[in-house]
């Protein structure tokens, strides 16, 4: 009997085992709908954070590459500036241009030499000196018949006989002494007050001059000149008559009409900008030519 006790004990332990193998066995299934959905939404949660730590990462990586960038670029332009710095150096020191001092030259105008100076004066002022022959003005005063002849008829400066008969009477009217230089010097300021520009041929001539003012009569007419700049001349107008004169007939080269009601001429003629005012009414008449 007591065999038979302990195997019925043994036996019971096994049959209770088994029961709570069937008791498992016979739950609902793991894991529950609700569970399914927190481990969805964790599962989500996990894979935000992991994207947001890639992103990070990337940032990262591109914020390093930036700086690295930065960092290159510094260097190349520190290097840049000890290689330019280190050319200097090594350049010779440039000598500035001595100042010049003054300028001679001679201008071929109507077969004369008429010679140009440019130098300072004792102010430490350049001035501009065109060199023309000397005349009389007595001379010019027994000439102005004969001058307005051949303003109508300008063939007359062809004819060297006719000019020297009257330029002889004009010099020994102006009690003057006739050599064989007066007859080209005559012929001089004819051809440039007829043909010409009158006193500012040397200007019109000279391609280093590069604007010609004119502000009035007796007044030093301006100039700009190369490599210096404004400077005055020795050249002057008496009176207003003479560069109104002078305005008109550029007007009528460049077929413009300038008068009392029309004072105002601008126009570009033959490669100069002229610009100019009569005097009318007891004001200065104004001109300027600039060579373009």
């Known amino acids: 009997m007591a065999i038979k006790f302990v195997l019925d004990n043994e036996q019971r332990k096994n049959e209770l085992t088994i029961e709570e193998i069937l008791t498992l066995t016979n739950k609902k299934p793991y894991p529950s709908k609700d569970a399914t959905h927190l481990a969805t939404f964790l599962e989500s949660c996990f894979d935000v954070i992991a994207e947001e730590r890639r992103l990070e990462i990337q940032r990262k990586k591109i914020a390093d590459f930036q700086k690295q960038k930065q960092i290159e670029e510094y260097r190349r332009k520190k290097a840049e500036e000890q290689r330019l710095r280190t050319i200097e150096m090594q350049a010779p020191i440039p000598v500035p241009p001595k100042a010049m001092e003054k300028r001679e030259y001679v201008l071929n105008i109507y077969r004369n030499p008429i010679g140009i100076l440019v130098e300072k004066n004792e102010k430490g002022i350049y001035i501009y000196n065109a060199i023309q022959p000397l005349v009389a003005e007595r001379v010019f005063e027994g000439l102005k018949k004969f001058k ?3 303003k109508e008829n ?7 006989i006719l000019i020297e008969t009257n330029a002889k009477k004009a010099y020994a009217k102006a009690n003057q002494d006739y050599n064989e230089h007066s007859l080209q010097k005559i012929k001089y300021y004819l051809q440039r007050d007829i043909y010409g ?3 500012i041929d040397p200007l019109i001539f000279d391609e280093n001059v590069r604007t010609i003012t004119i502000n009035g009569p007796k007044k030093p ?3 700009e000149f190369s490599n210096i700049g404004k400077i005055k001349t020795n050249l002057k107008y008496k009176n207003n008559e003479n560069i109104n004169k002078l305005i008109q007939r550029l007007a009528k080269e460049s077929h413009r009409t300038v008068n009392n009601d029309n004072p105002i001429l601008d126009v570009i003629f033959q490669g100069l900008k002229i610009e100019a005012t009569l005097g009318i009414g007891g004001a200065n008449s104004r001109l300027t030519i600039k060579r373009l």
């Open 148 to 150: 307005q002849k051949a």
């Open 154 to 160: 300008p063939n007359l400066l062809e004819n060297n």
């Open 221 to 223: 007419i301006q100039i």
């Open 197 to 199: 520009t009158g006193v």
